[in-house]
């Protein structure tokens, strides 16, 4: 459970979709049950909504996790992520991580300048402020999730296809890779879906059993929405389905019986 929200976002980069329609916008909101078999340990949400940020038009996406019930007495979680992503040019304007897990704590806001290609880091925990560089189109941890959508296309992607793209986190520049598994029909809560199969390379060690423990299913539409996350960890496997959705760009396709 201590990585409840990350492995949403982490694999939420993995969604692809043509620059010619937008495939989110205002009010759009995911929710997942994180469960253990049939044993829930947690749930988690991401909600978009329109603002503005140092007077630029942006999207606000706040995503949040928790843990409940029994979970909840052994290891407490309650993570909170936020971005500010630029409505026309897809990238992130600020970052904000405030997580509390099993004591675990953080406070973190980045402020990104894509002029200067520059990071501030207020950790505000510690009271300590950095800034450090970053490549071109450099992504957060969940503007990434809603800039593949919009930005990469899946027509042409092929079995064994690996993207790659530029992210920086907490204090550090990361080159985040995934590959594409194939095609599949998935039994979901809303019917059987089309989907997508992905696999992104993740650190093995403290958390994941290896570099290749993480395998998510996208719907294979405009939408391109995370209906299922499968982690194999280090002290168990993990899934993260998706059990509710409100506010999406297109269509939601079932496959009809």
Do not use: C
Request: zero cysteines; charged letters at 25%.
């Amino acid at each position: 459970m201590k990585k409840l929200l990350t492995l949403l976002f982490l694999t939420g980069n993995i969604i692809f979709l043509s620059a010619q329609e937008r495939a989110y916008g205002n009010g759009e909101f995911f929710k997942f049950r994180v469960h253990y078999g049939f044993v829930t340990a947690g749930y988690a949400t991401l909600g978009v909504k329109s603002t503005s940020i140092n007077g630029k038009s942006v999207f606000h996406v706040r995503g949040y996790g928790e843990t409940v019930g029994v979970s909840k007495w052994f290891f407490k979680v309650n993570d909170d992520y936020q971005s500010y992503i630029d409505k026309d040019n897809n990238v992130p304007y600020r970052f904000i991580r405030k997580i509390d897990e099993g004591g675990y704590t953080k406070d973190i806001q980045i402020d990104f300048n894509h002029s200067t290609n520059k990071a501030t880091v207020n950790d505000k925990k510690n009271n300590e402020t950095a800034v450090f560089s970053f490549p071109e189109e450099t992504q957060d941890m969940i503007s990434a999730f809603y800039y593949l959508r919009n930005k990469l296309d899946t027509e042409n992607i092929k079995e064994g296809d690996v993207v790659e793209m530029n992210m920086f986190f907490d204090k550090e520049n990361y080159k985040f890779r995934l590959k594409f598994l194939g095609k599949e029909i998935l039994d979901t809560n809303f019917g059987r879906v089309k989907t997508l199969i992905f696999r992104p390379y993740v650190q093995s060690g403290r958390v994941f059993k290896e570099k290749e423990s993480l395998t998510v299913w996208i719907s294979d539409d405009k939408n391109k929405i995370p209906l299922l996350i499968k982690a194999d960890l280090a002290v168990g496997s993990l899934k993260a389905t998706l059990t509710e959705f409100k506010g999406l760009q297109h269509s939601f396709k079932v496959i009809a019986d």
